[in-house]
């Protein structure tokens, strides 16, 4: 029974239609059923599921015996195996189990990846150069961005400001060795952005290195010096032109007259006045007229200007009055601005606005000084009480005329002793290479008391002390500035 009963187990390696006609003797029934049963235990049904799947064999030591473990080797265990042997471990069992995911919807293919940043280009330097980050954009220039034509033109046109004035000559040195050197209107901003920052030497520099120049070219040189207190240079400058035939316009004489009322220079203004009409046909307008008030006034002759207003061919326009109360405002002439500002607004009633508008009390405004030396900029305000007290010097005599406010003398001599820009110049000569110029910025008129201390400073050190106040630039040299102390 008991072998009949086993015939029905699906044995491994036997077919059906065998088992089926195979007959056992009784006495081999209980072999046979040992074998049966060892047999059934190694291939266990293949249609039955497990609930999970076998374990991984473990990598190190005696691999566990039973229905998922691998064949074992029948060789020797004594003998060693053969070295050239790989022996490759065989794949897991078959899972018939879906798969976890079977019923979730196919996952997209992974994104690609992102690309890399493009490198920095002349649109990334103009960008800069608008935020007012020069550094950063000579940084880039240095870690080798090349820009075009416009993109030069563009980050000269950002350093008109004194501060920039490094940032502007290292622009420049990459601009001189680029194929774009030629460029004339470049040329020219440069020479416009040097002017302003009060660096004329760097703009003859540029000047001397131009291939061709303009008309424009001459005209900014000229300027330039006249806007730096320097109009002996630029009337040299007017003869070199004239030298190398370039014929001078209208707009050549304004620049002249500029220059000649920086320098003080009353002669030479009425003559090259003369010669415009005179030699070279060139009819002189109002500004023409207004250049040669101002060359008289700036040199002290009021008087000599309200003669000349009264001969002009033709009725004074508002412009001329209003030049005429600038100059004497800051000639301390209130009588003559009194009257230029009455005739001024008897022609235009659109200025007594301006004029005659009350302005509430004004609040004390502190001196703010800027020092550009070692690419670094600080700052100096007035301290609001001065409490230490400084010695006399022997040779400089405080003006106390400068000093408005009501208190007693010798308070008046501290108060001049701790001006913003003097503070700026002691720090620059004391953290500056010796003989090295100082640039000094002050938001404010700088006044006469601190203008003669600074010439004095500049005679003493030996070095040049440019400062730039609300109104122009005053180079300090050898104990004289270049405004022939007039401002």
Request: with cysteine; aromatic share 8%.
């Amino acid at each position: 029974m008991l072998a009949v009963n086993l015939f029905k187990l699906r044995l491994p390696g036997f077919p059906l239609p065998l088992l089926t006609s195979l007959k056992v003797s009784p006495a081999d029934s209980q072999t046979l059923a040992i074998r049966c049963l060892s047999a059934s235990y190694i291939a266990p049904n293949s249609f039955q599921r497990h609930p999970s799947p076998p374990p991984p064999p473990p990598t190190h030591g005696p691999r566990p015996s039973g229905p998922y473990s691998y064949p074992q080797d029948h060789r020797n265990p004594n003998q060693w195996p053969p070295q050239n042997q790989h022996h490759q471990r065989p794949p897991p069992p078959f899972d018939r189990r879906p798969p976890v995911d079977a019923g979730r919807p196919p996952v997209a293919d992974d994104p690609p990846p992102l690309l890399a940043a493009p490198p920095p280009g002349p649109v990334d330097l103009v960008a800069l150069a608008q935020q007012g980050k020069l550094k950063e954009a000579v940084d880039l220039l240095n870690q080798g961005v090349r820009p075009d034509s416009p993109t030069f033109f563009d980050l000269i046109a950002f350093c008109s400001d004194s501060k920039h004035l490094d940032e502007l000559k290292k622009i420049y040195e990459f601009f001189f060795r680029s194929p774009f050197r030629a460029d004339l209107q470049i040329n020219n901003k440069l020479l416009e952005m040097f002017s302003k920052c009060g660096s004329v030497i760097d703009a003859r520099r540029v000047f001397d290195r131009m291939p061709d120049r303009t008309m424009d070219s001459w005209h900014l040189m000229i300027d330039g010096y006249a806007v730096n207190n320097l109009g002996d240079d630029g009337l040299q400058m007017f003869e070199e032109m004239r030298k190398v035939g370039v014929l001078p316009t209208g707009s050549t004489f304004l620049s002249v007259l500029a220059a000649c009322a920086s320098a003080e220079a009353v002669e030479e203004g009425f003559i090259h006045f003369d010669a415009m009409h005179k030699e070279h046909g060139i009819p002189p307008q109002v500004e023409h007229y207004i250049g040669l008030i101002e060359v008289l006034g700036k040199s002290g002759h009021l008087n000599e200007a309200m003669e000349f207003i009264e001969k002009l061919p033709f009725e004074p326009p508002v412009a001329v009055w209003e030049a005429m109360m600038n100059l004497a405002r800051s000639q301390g002439d209130v009588d003559l601005e009194d009257r230029a500002v009455e005739l001024m607004t008897f022609l235009d009633p659109s200025k007594i606005l301006l004029s005659k508008i009350p302005t509430p009390t004004a609040k004390r405004r502190s001196g703010l000084n800027m020092l550009d030396g070692r690419n670094k900029l600080g700052e100096y305000r007035l301290p609001p009480k001065i409490e230490t007290k400084v010695v006399k010097e022997q040779v400089y005599v405080p003006d106390t005329r400068y000093v408005l406010h009501d208190i007693d003398q010798e308070a008046k001599e501290q108060a001049l002793l701790y001006h913003s820009e003097r503070l700026a110049i002691a720090y620059g000569l004391i953290s500056t290479p010796a003989r090295t110029p100082l640039r000094i910025i002050k938001n404010l008129r700088i006044c006469g008391d601190c203008h003669n201390a600074i010439k004095i400073m500049s005679r003493i050190v030996g070095r040049e002390l440019i400062v730039r106040d609300n109104k122009r630039f005053h180079h300090f040299k050898d104990g004289k500035c270049s405004c022939g102390d007039y401002w």
